[in-house]
């Protein structure tokens, strides 16, 4: 399936403010840098979308997307509920080491937009609440859905902590730790109680 010039210029309007957001932020990158820098004109700009807030939907969208094919072909490389886990660590320990790294996107739009009825806050929060569920859903192989629920809550909480620390500089000793702390609850949650 080929793609039209339309869609492909959409598609690089996206990719654009997606680089431009992550390195400073929602509020402080305005529409016409996102246009300049796309080189795209004004028109088609607001064609595609005819607010910023749709725009930043729609790379949250775009990120969130992308971050699922990557833990999905994770997952097919391993067989049990322990090692899809670790995976997932395992990538927040590649991210967290790149380059381009600057701390979470999704993080960062809701901190911007604090409002949990903005379309942008709801936007982020439904990655968040995705990654809550495929560590739920993966844990339910060996565990009750409510002991299962509980412990995704508890990764979920480390994943985000790990992932301020890396900002700040402490990336290997965050994901050292929040990984060893995270196969530990799992473990012990596997136990009966």
């Not at 967290?96 to 929060?125: I, M, N, Q, T, Y």
């Not at 990764?155 to 500089?169: P, V, W």
Request: charged share 30%; glycine share 4%; net charge positive.
């Amino acid at each position: 399936m080929t793609s039209s010039p339309a869609s492909d210029k959409r598609q690089h309007v996206v990719e654009t403010a997606y680089a431009l957001f992550k390195r400073a932020g929602f509020h402080a990158t305005g529409i016409d840098r996102i246009i300049a820098e796309a080189d795209v004109a004004k028109m088609t700009m607001y064609r595609h979308f005819p607010s910023k807030d749709e725009l930043i939907v729609e790379v949250l969208d775009y990120r969130a997307r992308r971050f699922d094919r990557q833990l999905d072909r994770l997952a097919e490389e391993v067989a049990t509920p322990e090692q899809k886990i670790r995976k997932i660590f395992d990538w927040h320990e590649r991210w967290f080491r790149s380059p381009d790294f600057h701390g979470c996107l999704f993080a960062h739009a809701l901190a911007e937009f604090g409002d949990p009825e903005h379309p942008v806050f709801k936007a982020a929060a439904r990655q968040k609440n995705s990654l809550k569920r495929r560590m739920r859903s993966i844990l339910e192989e060996e565990m009750p859905r409510g002991r299962a629920e509980s412990v995704a809550a508890v990764l979920l909480m480390l994943i985000e902590g790990a992932t301020l620390l890396a900002q700040m500089g402490q990336a290997d000793t965050a994901i050292r730790d929040a990984r060893k702390a995270a196969l530990d609850i799992v473990a012990a949650s596997r136990r009966p109680q």
